[in-house]
């Protein structure tokens, strides 16, 4: 599967995985549009979403991509 263009997705958290330096790998993936169903890893520091690394599974967000790089919010 080709890699995601730059733009704007709306995605869940579909898993949490917490790093030895504190910082979270996101596995996302893509919830609607053309690019549905796709999944994207980004990286994260803990302290920026403000939940625990268990609260953040199944959540929505949203993802731009810019330069191939994630930009990740909690939607809403």
């Known amino acids: 599967m080709a890699p ?3 733009g704007h997705y709306d995605a869940v958290i579909s898993s949490v995985t917490q790093e030895n330096d504190g910082n979270l790998v996101l596995e996302l993936t893509v919830t609607s549009g053309d690019h549905q169903g ?31 790089v994630p930009d990740v919010t909690l939607a809403g």
Do not use: I, N, W
């Open 4 to 6: 995601l263009p730059d």
């Open 38 to 68: 796709q999944s994207l890893v980004a990286r994260s520091s803990h302290q920026r979403f403000g939940k625990e690394p268990s609260e953040l599974e199944g959540l929505p967000v949203d993802v731009t991509l810019r330069y191939g």
